[in-house]
């Protein structure tokens, strides 16, 4: 019921910031709104919010902030090559962001790829994201991953890491039920 509730607010959220884009034509309402409707759980939304000629963007920022969300849009859509090439533009137009970078650490620990994606967020802490936002999103991450094994591999690999850090890992280090 909460989650259902939580949804629907998203959406009307993504909603508003659509509508204030046609009203205002104030393009920062793009990523917003593309953020919101990842939230609400659709990323097509977003990524049809998202579909535009970035020539037309003067603003840097802008551009890697609609590139990131998208990016993110195909990440829940598991089209990982396509988050991917977006995580790179944003780099090209916002090095100095650590959305970005946050976004390819993500995307190398959605692949099984745990020492590159820690490569991409020591960058991104590097260019100030918070270690905390860091490790939600490794949480995030192998919380959401189907595989069971590759989540025992995941959280393996956290706690050979640092075991106090990634105390949280714990939980998932339940051996996968063999069948037959």
């Known amino acids: 019921m909460v989650v259902k509730l939580l949804l629907r607010i998203y959406r009307l959220e993504a909603e508003f ?24 759980n659709e990323p ?5 919010l998202t579909n535009i000629d970035l020539n037309r963007v003067n603003d840097n ?18 089209k990982l090559n396509d988050s991917e090439n977006c ?21 190398c620990y959605d692949r099984y790829d745990y020492e590159q994606g820690d490569y991409w ?7 100030g994201a918070e270690t905390e936002d860091i490790d ?9 991953t189907k595989n069971e094994e590759k989540r025992h591999e995941a959280a393996e690999y956290l706690l050979k890491k640092d075991s ?3 105390a949280w890992a714990k939980a998932y280090l ?7």
Do not use: C
Not at 174 to 180: E, I, L, Q
């Open 17 to 40: 910031y659509e509508q204030e884009l046609g009203r205002t034509g104030h393009k920062w309402n793009i990523p917003t709104a593309s953020s919101f409707w990842r939230k609400a």
């Open 44 to 48: 097509e939304r977003a990524l049809k």
């Open 87 to 107: 995580a790179k533009k944003a780099m090209e137009h916002q090095p100095d962001s650590h959305q970005p970078y946050t976004l390819m650490g993500a995307i």
């Open 121 to 127: 967020f020591e960058q991104a802490i590097q260019r």
């Open 174 to 180: 339940k051996k996968p039920n063999n069948k037959g």
């Open 61 to 78: 920022n802008l551009k890697s902030a609609i590139l990131v969300t998208r990016g993110a849009a195909f990440r829940d859509s598991d």
């Open 164 to 166: 106090v850090r990634y």
């Open 136 to 144: 939600a999103e490794r949480k995030r991450v192998i919380r959401s």
